[in-house]
């Protein structure tokens, strides 16, 4: 297997710093969800509504980005959304009710929309089949890893400053990866078809839709662990800082789950991605209940629980976005991938309320057996997708 050019390098180290710097508020607020919750009276709805903001913001614009992409090339792109994003963060530092903290974070979302769609075409375009998934998984890795960071960081700030200092030290951050992963993107425009006929062309592909499904049920239960593993382990009676240890559990595994599961999805030429999919799904629904039941025993047994449930639920979708983009035709790859992850992004901030409201009415056993049964269902879909070669 030939290894990767230097070029190659270079581009997936400015694409994961980039993600890592998004993910730094996506995948950071939930460390200090308490404290959002105490600061602007928020009910566990509208914490989760605040927390996957972000989220939705960017779900909302993925196809835009990937046509702004496609039209001023990936280079003014990413500059404006950078400068988008940054200018939310700000906002959101700036307000003073859980309402316009919400604006502000969705409006980032918008601006950080194009980054995982000039991240994943930039690697599309270098990576061949047989090391796509490792290097998707890699670039994805990025997403825990800056949850990671800002879980540490994060605490630290607003015990300093209050929110307003850790929206804009995340302000600050972006804006530097964006700066630099744009110039190292340059530009490459490339002609493809219209927006309406590439969605209908991508969504008539044979699998499409049914991977699509998938994607909705496994992000159902990455948002909840991600969401609410904090709140779930207080409320079981646990000290916050076995609370936050969880937490940082959730993202490690997540980080070494996304290039295990990458590595090996490119197994047989990239010929095992559906069994790997699968597999993940199933490794969630074990860890889910693993989970459960480590809430009711000591805090030790809590931190393999999330270390098993979070190397199931956040490691599939890299492998996923890498499925999309190479089951549609070549030329549409990228608006494939953007198809995808808008599905991805749009479930995961419309599924966090009611996730959290479920949580309030009918107990954490339920919430976290609902998720077990939720990825079930997803590997049992994912199992009945079509086998097929990537194409190169």
């Not at 190292?184 to 309406?196: D, I, N, W």
């Not at 008539?204 to 909840?224: D, H, K, W």
């Amino acid at each position: 297997m030939r290894p990767p050019t230097r070029s190659a390098k270079v581009v997936l180290v400015a694409a994961s710093a980039a993600q890592a710097a998004v993910s730094f508020v996506g995948f950071g607020l939930p460390a200090i969800g308490p404290q959002l919750r105490h600061v602007y009276g928020l009910s566990l709805a509208e914490l989760g509504a605040v927390l996957t903001a972000n989220l939705l913001g960017a779900g909302l614009a993925l196809i835009g980005a990937g046509a702004a992409v496609d039209r001023f090339g990936s280079r003014r792109a990413m500059l404006a959304g950078t400068a988008l994003a940054s200018a939310g963060l700000v906002g959101a530092a700036e307000s003073r009710s859980g309402s316009l903290l919400f604006v502000g974070l969705l409006v980032s979302g918008v601006g950080t929309a194009v980054v995982p769609v000039a991240g994943a075409g930039a690697l599309f375009r270098f990576y061949p089949a047989a090391r796509r998934g490792w290097a998707l998984g890699v670039r994805q890795m990025a997403v825990p890893l800056g949850g990671t960071v800002s879980a540490a960081a994060l605490p630290g700030l607003e015990a300093i400053g209050g929110v307003r200092l850790a929206l804009f030290a995340a302000a600050a951050v972006l804006s530097a990866t964006g700066v630099v992963f744009a110039l190292v993107l340059g530009t490459e425009p490339r002609p493809l078809a219209s927006s309406e006929r590439a969605f209908r062309t991508i969504l008539r592909v044979e699998g499409m839709q049914r991977l699509l499904v998938v994607g909705c049920c496994y992000v159902i239960v990455l948002q909840a662990l991600v969401s609410y593993a904090v709140p779930a382990v207080r409320a079981a009676g646990f000290s916050a800082f076995w609370a936050s240890a969880a937490y940082v559990s959730v993202n490690v595994a997540a980080m070494v789950s996304r290039v295990v599961w990458g590595r090996i999805a490119d197994r047989a030429a990239g010929g095992r991605r559906v069994r790997t999919l699968v597999e993940t799904g199933a490794v969630a629904a074990v860890g889910a209940l693993l989970f459960t039941a480590a809430l009711h025993l000591d805090a030790e047994a809590v931190l393999p629980a999330a270390l098993a449930f979070g190397f199931g639920a956040l490691g599939w979708n890299a492998i996923l976005y890498v499925m999309a983009g190479e089951r549609a035709p070549v030329e549409l790859a990228g608006r494939s991938f953007a198809v995808a992850a808008t599905v991805v992004f749009v479930v995961s901030g419309v599924c966090t309320p009611p996730l959290g409201a479920l949580a309030a009415h009918a107990g954490w056993d339920a919430f976290w057996l609902a998720t077990a049964v939720l990825a079930g269902i997803g590997a049992l879909v994912a199992a009945r997708l079509p086998r097929s070669l990537p194409a190169s």
